[in-house]
């Protein structure tokens, strides 16, 4: 499938990006690819979790303190976790040390900056900050290897079918999914690092933000999240052939 034919029924208010690297030394000439459909910066969700999990153990001297937080933050995306990393350490701390490892600048949300998951990003800057995170993985950075294992532990519930749908059991996998009372849509993202061997190593992500605008599906939404209920099907049913499409498209493209 094309892109084009994956966004041409989009509803005129979506949002829609993928974006995809393959690169590393000894390998091909780096290639990329990218489409967007919709606003140029779209809420991150957590889809950024495995990067502050990485950047923060530096800033953390007790290493057993860190994974106690970073594991299920990235894992099973536990929300209380991440904001005691993001906290703790800072989200201007944060987000200027993935800059420096990554060459990508992400900025605090400015209404509240303690929202970690409301940081705008666009799809190429998350492969590009991904790419340097699991290139650095491979050269032997043992926090990046670790984070990068736990990708590789989320399970199927928070997955979306992406290891499935692109022929991978392994790929580490982070996806973020969340619908904000003042939004009238629910945002789906997704990640996957495939290391390719040496420094190679490839990164996909798609990422979506559509209509969700039934006042009575936002309220049992809205419920069921302050309730801590599990929100994942209701985003699976929204934007799960999308979100797998846009994926299974950005590593065709991306060629072998």
Known sequence: MAFNE??????PSAGVQAAGIRRGYGGPPARTVGVRSGLARLRCASLLKPLYAWVSAAHMPDADLWRRHAEPA???????????????IGPGVILEDIRRRTGVAWSPPNGDPSRFGSVEVAADEVATAYAA???????????????????RQVGREQA??????????????????FGAPEETCLRTHAVALLPLGGTRVTVIVGMTALPYTDARERAIY?????????????HEKLAGTLLRGLMTTTLTELGG
């Open 74 to 88: 990235v894992v099973i995306s536990s929300n209380s976790d991440t904001l005691n990393l993001w906290l703790a």
């Open 222 to 234: 809205r419920e069921r999240v302050a309730k801590g209920l599990s929100v994942e099907q209701t």
């Open 133 to 151: 995170f699991a290139q650095s993985a491979v050269a032997g950075d043992p926090v990046a290897a670790t984070v990068l294992e736990w990708m």
């Open 160 to 177: 979306f079918g992406i290891r499935e749908a692109i022929g991978v059991a392994d790929a580490r996998i982070k996806s973020g999914w």
């Open 6 to 11: 994956l966004l041409d029924d989009l509803d």
